[in-house]
């Protein structure tokens, strides 16, 4: 259920982006990016940009004995702090945050439910390509550090993770 309101939510500000768009607020565009995630990114001034995003999942098994389910819904924070421009290629700095939450239940004899959080930031390197006023592409790689934990309804046992890595991500930014 908190994943419906939050995803609602959501709805609502981008299209409320949308409207502050149409009044000349600024440039706002909305992102596709992969990994998969949607967003929005608003350019604060030349050199600066923000960009959230959110991605969700929804997974459901049958079998003859049992059904589970389970959802995954994330959400995440880039800035972008925009660097000498090279023609239509604008080269950025990003240092970005996210987190998930994770559910899953099943009705199989003696299974329970479990839920996971997980929480990164990370820095990156980009660059955005502009090949018209309206849509641009942009790709970005970097190091982040996650850390993650996971709690079963049955138990109270919480395993908990921590991590660093490389990342990447590329995408398409499609502005009103």
Sequence with gaps: MRIRR?????????????????????????????????????????????????????????????????????????ALFYLHAFDRVRPYVSPRFTYTRGDASSDAIGASGATSTGTAFSGSFGAQYSPSSKFSVFGE?????????????ASSTEIKSNGWGTRAGVGVIFYF
């Excluded at 929804?58 to 589970?68: A, I, K, L, M």
């Excluded at 790689?141 to 309804?153: I, P, R, V």
């Design 6 to 78: 939050s995803l609602a939510s959501l709805v609502f500000v981008m299209a409320a982006c949308g409207t502050a768009a149409a009044r000349g607020s600024g440039q706002v565009g909305i992102t596709m990016g992969f990994p998969a995630s949607i967003g929005v990114i608003f350019h604060v001034s030349d050199a600066v940009a923000v960009r959230p995003e959110f991605a969700f999942n929804h997974t459901t098994t049958e079998s003859t004995f049992f059904t589970s389910t389970s959802w995954t819904f994330g959400t995440g924070v880039s």
């Design 141 to 153: 790689t970097g190091f982040g550090y996650t850390h993650a934990s996971s709690k079963s309804d």
